[in-house]
Nanobody, 116 residues
Framework: QVQLVESGGGLVQPGESLRLSCAASGISVSIRVMGWYRQAPGKERELVAS???????TYTDSVKGRFTISKDKAKNTVYLQMNGLKPEDTAVYYCHFQPRYLPGYWGQGTQVTVSS
């Protein structure tokens, strides 16, 4: 059974940092893309950052220069380093693993709250 377990969320003040982790288990297929999405109250889920199997990364404009996505292929883990957090970054963050020819897998979500 596939499981994606996220960790690292929490409550921080503006300008502070957090590092999210998402560890996968039970995956026996090649993963094409790993990504982080977020969903704020009353808003649609949006893609924050993604990293492909060949290390190509993409970021939504609002986090460019502040967030960094990385992965450890051996550990089947993806990370999101979030620096310079702003109140508008407050959301539930979800990791997503997309295999090449199968439906993707979602984590359960981790809350990130940025507030003074």
């Amino acid at each position: 059974q596939v499981q994606l377990v996220e960790s690292g969320g929490g409550l921080v003040q503006p300008g502070e940092s957090l590092r999210l982790s998402c560890a996968a288990s039970g995956i026996s297929v090649s993963i094409r893309v790993m990504g982080w999405y977020r969903q704020a109250p009353g808003k649609e889920r949006e893609l924050v950052a993604s990293i492909t199997s060949d290390e190509s990364t993409t970021y939504t404009d609002s986090v460019k220069g502040r967030f960094t996505i990385s992965k450890d292929k051996a550990k089947n883990t993806v990370y999101l380093q979030m620096n310079g957090l702003k109140p508008e970054d407050t959301a539930v963050y979800y990791c997503h693993f997309q295999p090449r020819y199968l439906p993707g897998y979602w984590g359960q979500g981790t809350q990130v709250t940025v507030s003074s």
